[in-house]
């Protein structure tokens, strides 16, 4: 069994000065949340764990599973099932033959809930079979405040709820997707099926601003506008959302121009080979981890930063292993956690008596 030992090494980074942090207007939503991609940490919040209806928002699980299905290029003939469909749609039909990744186009870049119900039909057979792959999806995040009943997020027969938190939770997962990543940074695509061509363009208006990555938009009378944005400003990797904001679109500009304004991006972890200072386990080894670890901080809590590694005590490894986690604290609060890799150097292995014998009789 594997013992575990343990390193902390405390980093403390002197504060060069404090500016007072600037507060982001967003009177108008209901509940919102800004979000750190990279590690997942709240930076501004309100009512963030409250069920509220999420409209088309919904619809970022829906391409996430299509996604995963690993059936994106198959194509499908769309069948009646998409009769259930109203409000807004791409506008295919019955009998129209359409690849899965174009459907995911629509789905993400018109919200249609043709589509919605399209993909579902294909990839489990019906939309309640679906709907069970959603829920058992969100167990796997986290999302603790999450019901999903449709596809689509329209609210008959009842409509999908969440919170601003497990919606962040959700896209910081898809965000993970290189496709999720293409397909909502898209602002147009065009698609030619059996029956007709289509020029799609993104609704989500942020698109406009180059910082803006990605995003997702809802609407319905029971949900009032509900909006998910992703961006890179600076060096950090960011998610807004908001349910039920009359001025959604401002809201996301004020948030992200907060995180602009009080944090910064710290380079917490790099990628050069290093040694664990007190080891002797692997005194012959160095270690490495595969990626630069970027956080926004705000430049009075660089000072609480807290580098804690874990290795264990593996007897067999090779170059290239898993040999223990670099985890990243503020505080009492762990941020992050990067997997460290070993590389075993080579080393002289002093030769027993026979074997120098055996070496010096057949000059081996």
């Known amino acids: 069994m594997k013992s575990l030992f343990k390193y902390l090494i405390t980093i403390f980074i002197a504060t060069i000065f404090f500016l007072p942090t600037k507060e982001a207007s967003t009177k108008s939503a209901a509940s919102y949340i800004l979000m750190d991609e990279t590690t997942g940490r709240v930076l501004l919040s309100k009512d963030k764990d409250s069920k509220r209806l999420i409209a088309s928002i919904t619809k970022i699980m829906t391409a996430t599973l299509a996604i995963e299905s690993g059936k994106l290029e198959d194509v499908i003939t769309i069948d009646d099932s998409i009769l259930k469909a109203y409000g807004s749609g791409i506008y295919i039909e019955i009998g129209e033959k359409i690849q899965l990744k174009d459907l995911v186009f629509g789905l993400m870049l018109r919200s249609g809930n043709d589509a919605a119900i399209a993909i579902a039909d294909y990839i489990s057979g019906s939309e309640e079979q679906f709907v069970a792959l959603m829920n058992e999806k969100a167990k796997e995040i986290g999302m603790k405040n999450t019901t999903f009943y449709n596809a689509s997020g329209l609210p008959t027969p009842q409509g999908n709820y969440s919170s601003v938190y497990d919606m962040a939770l959700l896209t910081r997962y898809a965000m993970k997707s290189d496709m999720y990543k293409t397909i909502v940074g898209t602002k147009k695509h065009k698609v030619t099926t059996n029956y007709k061509t289509y020029l799609w363009e993104n609704k989500n208006k942020l698109l406009r601003y180059?910082?803006?990555?990605?995003?997702?938009?809802?609407?319905?009378?029971?949900?009032?506008?509900?909006?998910?944005?992703?961006?890179?400003?600076?060096?950090?990797?960011?998610?807004?959302?908001?349910?039920?904001?009359?001025?959604?679109?401002?809201?996301?500009?004020?948030?992200?121009?907060?995180?602009?304004?009080?944090?910064?991006?710290?380079?917490?972890?790099?990628?050069?080979?290093?040694?664990v200072i007190g080891d002797t386990y692997y005194n012959d080894s160095t270690f490495y981890i595969k990626n630069d670890l970027y956080i926004p901080l705000k430049k009075n809590e660089t000072k609480s930063l807290i580098s804690h590694i874990v290795l264990e005590k593996k007897k067999n490894y090779n170059t290239g292993d898993k040999v223990g986690i670099n985890e990243i604290y503020l505080g009492e609060n762990l941020l992050f956690s990067e997997d460290i890799y070993i590389i075993k150097n080579n080393t002289h292995t002093q030769k027993s008596f026979f074997e120098r014998i055996k070496a010096w009789l057949f000059n081996d």
Not at 245 to 263: C, G, I, P, R
């Open 210 to 275: 180059d910082y803006i990555t990605g995003g997702k938009t809802g609407y319905t009378e029971e949900s009032g506008r509900t909006l998910v944005s992703t961006a890179s400003i600076d060096g950090m990797d960011l998610i807004v959302v908001t349910i039920r904001d009359s001025d959604d679109w401002n809201t996301h500009l004020e948030l992200y121009d907060y995180a602009k304004e009080n944090y910064y991006s710290y380079k917490v972890l790099n990628k050069n080979k290093f040694k």
